[in-house]
């Protein structure tokens, strides 16, 4: 499996007033995220409005657009061999799945990626790979 470290979260979402304590998030029975005060996520996107949340949304919407295009003109056949491979056999995250790539595919397509590890990438990755097999990447066994 992927390196897992970043599986859960890389931005946080906080609305006023912010937390102050660090107190565990818990889904089911596994500890995968901690709530921390602003001053502790100087990196963290802090969202204050809905209307924030939104301009948030559409920019991600328009970014994973973007990245759908470049996986459409990357993925060969082998690569998304490569893609299924990692995430269905590997059982890698999308954001595994993006770092993967960018480790191994490279190139001048990826100079706009940044961190390697998108998740909006890894995304559209599954997204186009899943394509190449007549398979949805939101339905079994892809998701």
């Known amino acids: 499996m992927g390196t897992g470290s970043h599986d859960f979260i890389d931005a946080g979402i906080l609305l006023q007033p912010p937390i102050e304590l660090r107190l565990p998030v818990v889904l089911t029975e596994t500890v ?22 939104d301009a948030l ?26 893609v299924r491979k990692w995430r269905l056999d590997h059982g890698y995250t999308w954001r595994d799945v993006a770092t993967e790539a960018y480790d191994r595919f490279g190139g001048s397509a990826w100079e706009d990626w940044r961190p390697p590890s998108n998740q909006l990438v890894g ?21």
């Open 123 to 143: 995304r559209a990755l599954c997204k186009e790979a899943a394509k190449h097999f007549g398979q949805d990447y939101t339905e079994a066994p892809w998701s």
């Open 57 to 82: 949304a559409q920019a991600a919407q328009q970014r994973f657009a973007e990245f759908e295009e470049i996986a459409t003109a990357i993925l060969t056949p082998e690569k998304a061999a490569l």
């Open 32 to 53: 995968v995220a901690e709530v921390l005060s602003e001053n502790s996520m100087p990196f963290a996107v802090h969202i204050r409005t809905p209307e924030e949340l």
